[in-house]
């Protein structure tokens, strides 16, 4: 039987009392439970990274700035396009992946700012310093 589960704010506090690491990873309290259950929740920390572009053909991705600031480029084309990786190895139909975007419009987030990107919408994010951000991933209506 499923059970209820609650991350308490100060779990959330002292994930953010620890110091940056440079790349970009997954902070707990929610990195075990979402990998274990499939959660579409994280907590994502970045320092001083710029990730490659993407679309995902069937979730958007809402993203809420809890420190620092990112900076994303969304819409416009991904540049020669390949399907993401499964897990497994195999090809994600579902996810497209690419180095550059052209033609897109940059926003910059900072703390407490939102930031909806739906289905089907390229999209990149990079930081100069740090930034911890969560991350919904939201499936699209059929």
Not at 8 to 22: F, K, S
Not at 49 to 57: F, G
Not at 61 to 87: R, S
Not at 129 to 138: C, D, M, N, Q, S
């Amino acid at each position: 039987m499923a059970k209820a589960i609650v991350f308490r704010n100060e779990e959330i506090d002292q994930t953010l009392a620890t110091p940056a690491l440079a790349g970009k990873r997954l902070l707990e309290p929610l990195k075990a439970f979402s990998v274990e259950n499939k959660f579409p929740l994280n907590i994502l920390e970045d320092k001083e990274v710029s990730n490659d572009a993407e679309i995902h053909k069937n979730e958007g991705d809402l993203w809420y700035c809890l420190e620092g600031e990112a900076t994303f480029i969304h819409g416009g084309e991904l540049v020669d396009p390949v399907f993401g990786k499964k897990a497994d190895g195999s090809a994600n139909e579902n996810e497209l992946n690419a180095k550059e975007i052209s033609g897109g419009e940059e926003i910059v987030i900072k703390k407490g700012d939102w930031f909806w990107i739906p289905s089907g919408v390229p999209h990149k994010h990079s930081s100069i310093g740090t930034a911890r951000l969560i991350i919904i991933k939201i499936p699209e209506k059929k």
